[in-house]
T-cell receptor, first 107, second 113 residues
Framework: GIQVEQSPPDLILQEGANSTLRCNFSDSVNNLQWFHQNPWGQLINLFY???GTKQNGRLSATTVATERYSLLYISSSQTTDSGVYFCAANPGTALIFGKGTTLSVSS | DAGVIQSPRHEVTEMGQEVTLRCKLI?????LFWYRQTMMRGLELLIYFNNNVPIDDSGMPEDRFSAKMPNASFSTLKIQPSEPRDSAVYFCASSLTGSYGYTFGSGTRLTVV
């Protein structure tokens, strides 16, 4: 089945810093989503982005489907950005999740 | 819309007992997914339904687990008998086929002692 790999596994930032999270997937997909799991465990949908670029405030995402990767950019990070960021790819069946990137933003 | 609604939020049960987790889909969605999250294995797909029909249950760990969709808006995941290794957070998600991604419920944290 499809493999979804995220890097880095852990990231520590000072408030105000920028960061890039990467997601590689091993097969073509018809759906790719980025989620943020907050400290209360809730999975929040950030982007539905099977290809192209989208922006939402300080967050943006780019998926290059032909090269099988996606990037999540966080600019001017805030402490509330802390949590786990998951990439999930759907090869035609259901979303398969990566292991996540754990982000800690300190003030 | 109230989103995907799961109940209960927390469940503590003794080994050997039956556990039933519940999920209400977003109105109009026709696909339903059950996931399990543990530290060791991350987020795993257990089963998914499309138009009330189970499409892929290959992720269901063993026969102790069963899932149903008695109607288009509601699903249950049952574990009988429960074991301590079933302790995890169970999420359900719904989507509209061919549409814009999944919406997850808040999860049920299950502890089997």
């Amino acid at each position: 089945g499809i493999q979804v790999e995220q890097s880095p596994p852990d990231l520590i930032l000072q408030e105000g810093a920028n960061s890039t999270l990467r997601c590689n997937f091993s097969d073509s997909v018809n759906n790719l989503q980025w989620f943020h799991q907050n400290p209360w465990g809730q999975l929040i949908n950030l982007f539905y982005i099977p290809s192209g670029t989208k922006q939402n405030g300080r967050l943006s995402a780019t998926t290059v489907a032909t090269e099988r990767y996606s990037l999540l950019y966080i600019s001017s990070s805030q402490t509330t950005d802390s949590g786990v960021y998951f990439c999930a790819a759907n090869p035609g069946t259901a979303l398969i999740f990566g292991k996540g990137t754990t982000l800690s933003v300190s003030s | 819309d109230a989103g995907v609604i799961q109940s209960p939020r927390h469940e503590v049960t003794e080994m050997g007992q039956e556990v039933t987790l519940r999920c209400k889909l977003i109105s109009g969605h026709n696909s339903l997914f059950w996931y399990r999250q543990t530290m060791m294995r991350g987020l795993e797909l257990l089963i998914y339904f499309n138009n009330n029909v189970p499409i892929d249950d290959s992720g269901m760990p063993e026969d102790r687990f069963s899932a149903k969709m008695p109607n288009a808006s509601f699903s249950t995941l049952k574990i009988q008998p429960s074991e301590p290794r079933d302790s995890a957070v169970y999420f359900c998600a719904s989507s509209l086929t061919g549409s814009y991604g999944y919406t997850f419920g808040s999860g049920t944290r299950l502890t089997v002692v």
